[in-house]
């Protein structure tokens, strides 16, 4: 007599989610839009303490750009938005752009 032996196997399958890409939200340097337009900017729309907006606004004047912020892409590209915006209906020219992290 024989007997067959049935091994219970039970599979387990994990998933790995990947991070959601980044995106970068930079300003741009220009010699039109008044530095002080730049801090108000970075505080109402990127959410930074005046202090990191005056900082910011120094290395936007000093070095042609700084990054205000680093968000899922959607959220980016809406801050974007309302930078240039808020830029435009104040009469400056400011250039804000998303970059892939």
Request: aromatic fraction near 6%; glycine fraction near 2%.
């Amino acid at each position: 007599m024989t007997t067959d032996t049935v091994l219970d196997q039970k599979t387990t399958t994990t998933r790995k989610l990947k991070e959601p890409k980044k995106y970068k939200a930079v300003v741009m340097n220009d010699n039109f839009t008044p530095m002080e337009f730049v801090v108000s900017m970075l505080v109402s729309v990127f959410r930074q303490s005046e202090a990191s907006a005056v900082d910011l606004t120094m290395q936007i004047h000093n070095q042609g750009s700084a990054i205000a912020g680093i968000y899922p892409y959607e959220v980016a590209e809406q801050k974007v938005s309302d930078a240039v915006a808020l830029a435009r209906a104040n009469g400056h020219p400011l250039i804000v752009k998303t970059e892939q992290e």
